[in-house]
């Protein structure tokens, strides 16, 4: 994958920490937000990092998985560090959440990558780190299966056969669950297939051209379920979440297809965003609780203000220096 940057994938990494953000500010006005933005996320990351493996795989004939590995933590840590020092910071000096006595279990559960399980995680202010914690479990196991599969020819069947198990999975998850539904909206069972769809697009890239009109299209879906209640049913990882993740393939899709610079005005505040998206991702929910648990007035607005803030100097100090050292990584031994 080329190191130069595809301008829609990034307008629509901000378009995905926009509506997460909205959700957060916004619940009344858009219930389903939170869904779609946090399943936008899970259907490029698949297909981003497929696309990594992929470029890798045919050029060398294999994967550095721990060079993968060690990447993948360049990318995510040193910022999350931050995010949790400050965190342990706020917690001990004001408390802001009443859960001081918990920040033990919180820093734990944040630096172990396990938010998405069923056990106590501490201070509500790392609730958002399930989707991170979804997100790199898959990778645990979906770079070793692309491997294996690669090399025998059969990427096909092993994507086929990973969206049955993760479709499986979930459909357990939701008969040990009954009748609450939403116990097992962090579980990683929930979403999987979310991921397979994203790496679906990246192997067919370049084998179905979908025409424009197929993008507003798929615009006005995400921002029709971004209104509606569709967290806390059955429906919200069996039919919700996969067609949020198809409709965002799509338009990955098309913006690899000829929308790898965005120049209109008005789009590029979420070319921007979508920028420093991570570091959005990371301090919006945080920002957002205390503020709102501190009756600050103009909370909501005032989080979105400080997101942007906090998320910039992440970027700057912290995510684009380490960007240069991940391109400057040498192979490590490979699978």
Partial sequence: MSGARNDGITLLRG?????VMARHALPEIFPGAGVVGVVMFFALSGHLITGVLLDELERDG???LRRFAF???LRLVPALLVMIAVLAFVTLLFDPLDDADELGRTVLVALTWTADLPFPHGSAAIFHLWTLAVEEQ??????????LAWRRG??????AAVAAVSVGACILSLVWAGAHSDLVYTFPTSWSVCFV????SRVLRGRVRLPGIIAPLALL????????PIRGSAETYLLWGPLVALLTTALVCISWQGWSTVTAPVLRPLVALGVVSYGAYLWNYPLTLWLHETAVPAGPALAVVLTIVAATLSWMLIEKPLARVIRRTPAAVSA
């Fill in 15 to 19: 378009l995905a920490v926009a509506l």
């Fill in 62 to 64: 294999r994967v550095g």
């Fill in 71 to 73: 990447r993948r933590a």
């Fill in 138 to 147: 898959f990778y645990l196991v979906w770079p070793v299966v692309l491997v």
């Fill in 154 to 159: 059969r990427v096909a069947v092993a994507l």
């Fill in 197 to 200: 769809i994203g790496a679906a």
């Fill in 221 to 228: 879906g995400l921002g029709v379920l971004s209104v509606l």
